[in-house]
């Protein structure tokens, strides 16, 4: 769940893209895991849902393990874009970690390869010349 205020807003980089409300010092949690409010699907119970609910959970979920089970975001963290040179650490699963001051205004962004175990598929993330 996303920690610090942050608002939605059309994204440059895909859509719509989440932005912080006021200045996030580096080293700041802007992200943290909670059971409340990141949901934890198994691939079974994945499967058993209807075509549509499963693709807005895949398209709002990550999946650290390309076999394991999904994590669905249902907070505003959500709408986090991929970027090559990403302000937010997601290292560690459960902490989304700032990696610079991220002024006010400013659009939050993560390493998709921190975060899913299958992007080899996403063409946006393979073709963005970063080694694995």
């Known amino acids: 769940m996303i920690v610090i205020p942050c608002s939605i807003a059309p994204s440059r980089i895909h859509g ?12 700041a949690v802007i992200w943290k ?12 119970a994945f499967d058993a849902l209807p075509e549509g609910v499963r693709d807005d959970v895949e398209n709002y979920s990550y999946r650290p393990d390309a076999k394991g089970p999904y994590i669905f975001e ?4 959500r709408y986090m874009n991929h ?3 990403p302000n937010v650490d997601y290292s560690q ?10 002024p006010a205004g400013e659009e939050l962004t993560c390493d998709y390869r921190q975060i899913l ?3 080899q598929h996403l063409d946006h993330v393979a073709k963005d010349g970063r080694a694995e």
């Open 93 to 102: 699963h459960d902490l989304g970690i700032a990696l610079c001051d991220i």
């Open 33 to 44: 895991f909670d059971p409340r409010f990141d949901i934890v699907i198994s691939p079974e």
């Open 74 to 77: 249902s907070t505003l963290g």
């Open 83 to 85: 970027s090559p040179r």
């Open 117 to 119: 175990g299958d992007w």
């Open 16 to 27: 719509t893209g989440v932005f912080a409300s006021s200045f996030v010092a580096k080293g």
